[in-house]
């Protein structure tokens, strides 16, 4: 704003046609200096053609008009230099352009709109492609303003944050400086570098005549890594291994469970050299790598590649395996849900000895689910009513990243059982990977658009920043098989013999999971789904695509182990209160429950992120399950509202048996967690017995006829609701007196004598247990976590006697 010139034509500048097209973190601006004489320099972030112009303007933009603020050539000072490349120029290349003249240290600038002027009170440089009337931005620096990116204040040196730049991150307001440049602090990695720049913490500052900050010093460069250091077979060159900024070189044989873990910038293994990632470790690439030598993965490492553009290489020398092994089973015919993590592996290759009409894909889109199998009744099931939906999975066929394979063991398998194992060979899957996610608009509510999808990657991925970022067509649970039953006839489904759908284990995001039985893998699955692992998913509205990235992969030491692995080795922390329920029998029923009181949740359905049915529950021999209001599915997860869960709670529980046999029956807590189930008791009501049971105390065994008995059970918290027999008997004949230090004195009458006191918290759980022989006795009580407990006194007349107590 050096020159005051008002030209009232409106002008839009245009820009030549032949020319790289940027988006916003293409360029970076790196410097200025408004003291005469008045500079400035960017930074290109990407690689551009011959041609290509950016203009530069310290003209503000309007947020209300949608418009540069002053408009017309020359308008109020305020002019536009438009920078041309001459040749193809790497990314990494910086330009200073010097202002009056108009002048650049590279390729040519010339003065588009007149007045182009940096004002040392305060002004702004806006840079965009395109023309003044329809402006693409692609980055912004504000100085010199107390104000900072504006839409009130109207002045020419003043500027609202231009459409598509974010503030802070794009837009960058340095505050009231009249000159500044980059400190060089980072000068390597395309995304680094624009982070860094747009720092204004990595900034020198200056004010006043002869201050200028030197600009063009910086030696930028786009490569991500800065040097390489190399392992020899014992030691990193470095003396310390590598990091983020770091190439590695592999020139001799390292395995991670003896030489360690490591992250670093790009990899390299060369000829004749093995780099082993062992269970329970992991490789962290951030970039490129080349494989010369060898890499294997084996079952529960993790080995992770970060850059979405990142390459991996095989040459003819080289050789990448991801090792896989499966959970015990007891039968060749036992399935296992695979997806590749390797880029053209076929079903042949790893899967010879199986035979041929046991490997299988899911078709998706020939799901129909609208009757009962063998039925017209308009009853969904869970099962294809025409049984079209596998599909053989031939030989010949590439495995598809991010389908899902199901797949038995070879006949040979031992009929005493054991372990699979197998191997995927070829280049790792690293980037974006798509799926397609079906649906059917043929199919009956409830009934879900089951898709079949895996991993495709050689780490785990968290299934909650998978469905974060697809939850417009899939819905937020995943299925996941753990076989735990042979098939049978009895169970719903195409062939004459069927799996049991009971055999699923459920992740939903919103509200936890359950396990099936024993029998199968035992592991309760978390937010990780493991390398090599297929798993369903339900699709939504008319589908889609779902995409896999490498933001959802995970490089640690136990993401990669919770399905091959009989225990999660993950542990959060959680302000939710989870309950889990076991239904079991004397003939070997089993299934569980969840009912998650979580923030997120209603009371009502929320869909699969927080409330996920039984699969064919018809068909099971036998299962509990929970019920939402005015829905007649019946949930094996179901979230609630946190603030529900009071001492007036009640969850409805319903129970089915398809079972002819006398069988004895039983209801167990399984698990709970939070506040809330760790101070109260869990009672069951059964509501056709007219009972109620403590399941903190003990489980409950019960018999039942068969059919269909929605409304049989509730779980309830308030302790009055418990049989007078069961809770608070007599408690008249026996006095609890708090004394000092936490002693503690129970009392009866002078002709009895107690022979035990064992003291419970509220859920039933035994924390002392003290021997007496007299009317009275005085114990301490110093490890109660809550002043309210029980005191369960036995007498030597075998009478129990029990009450609740607060202690001071």
């Not at 077979?233 to 390292?254: E, F, K, Q, R």
Request: charged share 15%.
């Amino acid at each position: 704003m050096k020159k005051i010139t008002l030209i009232l034509i409106l002008l839009a500048i245009n820009i030549s046609t032949s020319q790289t097209i940027l988006s916003v973190g293409d360029i970076a601006i790196n410097g200025f200096n408004s003291r005469n004489p008045d500079q400035f320099s960017f930074i290109l972030l990407t690689s551009i053609d011959a041609g290509t112009s950016i203009n530069f303007t310290d003209n503000g933009w309007d947020n209300t008009t949608n418009d540069f603020r002053y408009t017309g050539t020359g308008a109020f000072g305020e002019g536009v230099i438009t920078w041309t490349s001459t040749s193809y120029l790497p990314c990494g290349t910086q330009v200073v352009i010097d202002v009056d003249p108009v002048n650049a240290s590279i390729a040519n600038a010339v003065e588009t709109d007149s007045n182009f002027g940096l004002n040392n009170s305060g002004d702004q440089i806006l840079a965009f492609q395109g023309n003044t009337t329809t402006p693409n931005f692609l980055y912004a620096i504000n100085f010199g303003s107390t104000t900072g990116w504006t839409n009130t204040t109207i002045t020419t040196n003043t500027s609202a944050v231009p459409p598509g730049l974010a503030d802070g991150v794009s837009a960058i307001n340095f505050g009231d400086f009249d000159n500044g440049s980059h400190d060089c602090t980072t000068e390597t990695n395309q995304a680094l570098l624009f982070a860094d720049v747009s720092n204004s913490a990595n900034w020198s500052f200056t004010n006043g005549s002869g201050s200028h900050s030197n600009l063009g010093t910086c030696s930028y460069s786009c490569e991500p890594c800065s040097n390489t250091i190399t392992w020899d077979g014992a030691n990193w060159n470095n003396g310390v291994g590598p990091d983020s900024t770091l190439n590695a070189i592999i020139n001799g044989d390292y395995t991670t469970s003896v030489d360690g873990s490591f992250t670093t910038c790009s990899l390299t293994v060369n000829a004749g050299y093995i780099l082993n990632v062992s269970d329970g470790t992991y490789v962290d690439v951030n970039n490129d790598v080349q494989v010369d030598g060898t890499i294997i993965v084996q079952t529960t490492a993790n080995f992770k590649q970060n850059d979405d553009a990142a390459t991996f290489t095989v040459s003819p020398t080289g050789l990448a395996r991801v090792n896989k092994t499966t959970p015990f089973k007891d039968k060749w015919y036992y399935y296992t849900y695979w997806s590749s993590p390797v880029d053209g592996e076929t079903i042949e290759s790893v899967f010879p000895d199986v035979d041929g009409d046991r490997r299988f894909w899911f078709e998706a889109a020939n799901f129909v689910d609208e009757h009962s199998v063998g039925t017209t009744n308009g009853i969904p099931d869970d099962i294809d009513d025409d049984g079209n939906d596998w599909q053989i999975a031939y030989g010949a066929n590439t495995m598809i990243p991010g389908m899902g394979y199901a797949v038995t063991e070879p006949r040979s398998h031992s009929a005493l059982g054991a372990q699979g194992y197998y191997t995927f060979e070829g280049a790792f899957n690293t980037g974006d990977k798509t799926v397609t996610i079906s649906t059917n608009a043929a199919n009956i509510a409830p009934a879900q658009n089951w898709n079949f999808i895996g991993n495709p990657y050689p780490s785990a991925i968290d299934f909650d920043a998978f469905y974060a970022a697809n939850n417009t067509v899939i819905d937020g649970a995943a299925y996941l098989w753990s076989q735990a039953t042979p098939p049978d006839a009895a169970n719903a489904g195409n062939q004459n013999l069927n799996f049991s759908k009971n055999d699923y284990a459920i992740y939903a995001v919103g509200s936890g999971s359950i396990t099936t039985s024993p029998g199968g893998s035992g592991t309760t699955p978390n937010q990780y789904i493991p390398s090599g692992q297929g798993f369903f998913v339900a699709g939504l509205g008319a589908g889609g695509t779902a995409t896999f990235t490498n933001a959802m992969r995970m490089a640690d030491v136990s993401s990669n182990t919770q399905f091959f692995k009989t225990t999660s080795t993950k542990e959060e922390t959680s302000t939710a209160n989870r309950l889990w329920l076991n239904l079991t029998s004397d003939n070997g029923v089993f299934n569980q429950i969840l009912i998650a009181y979580v923030d997120g949740a209603t009371n009502g359905m929320d869909g699969l992120t927080y409330d996920a049915p039984r699969l064919s529950i018809s068909s099971l021999p036998a299962v509990l399950y929970s019920s939402i209001e005015n829905e007649s599915t019946k949930f094996a997860i179901q979230g609630k509202h946190s603030s529900s869960l009071t001492t007036n709670e009640v969850i409805k529980l319903g129970f089915s048996s398809n079972i002819n046999q006398p069988t004895i029956y039983t209801i167990s807590l399984a698990n709970f967690e939070g506040e809330f189930l760790g101070n109260n008791m869990v009672i069951l009501k059964d509501n056709l017995l007219n009972k109620t049971h403590n399941l903190s105390d003990t489980d409950y065994s019960f018999t039942s006829e068969t059919g269909v008995f929605n409304n049989r059970f509730e779980i309830v918290f308030n302790a009055t609701v418990l049989n007078t027999e069961t809770f608070n008997t007599n408690t008249n004949k026996l006095s609890i007196i708090n004394l000092e230090n936490n002693y503690v004195k129970f009392s009866v009458s002078s002709n009895e004598t107690i022979k035990s006191v064992k003291i419970l918290d509220l859920v039933g759980r035994e924390i002392y247990n003290f021997s007496g022989n007299s009317s009275s006795e005085i114990f301490q009580l110093n490890n109660l976590k809550n002043k309210i407990y029980i005191a369960k006194v036995e007498l030597e007349n075998g009478q129990v006697l029990n009450k609740k107590a607060i202690k001071n």
